[in-house]
């Protein structure tokens, strides 16, 4: 549950530099979230299967 509390700060980071104009940091932050919403996903499909 860490990694998906994670990837949604970094979320709501990349929104609010977003509106604050630091575009670099926005999608570096996006970039962050996106890989640990895969990894949370991948994980939780390995243990549904085990």
């Known amino acids: 549950m860490a990694i998906l509390e994670l ?14 104009g630091a575009g670099g940091v926005a999608g570096l932050s996006m ?12 994980l939780a499909i390995i243990s549904f299967v085990l």
């Open 7 to 20: 990837a949604i700060a970094f979320f709501v980071l990349a929104i609010i530099a977003g509106v604050m």
């Open 31 to 42: 970039d962050i979230a996106k890989w640990l919403v895969i990894v949370f996903l991948v």
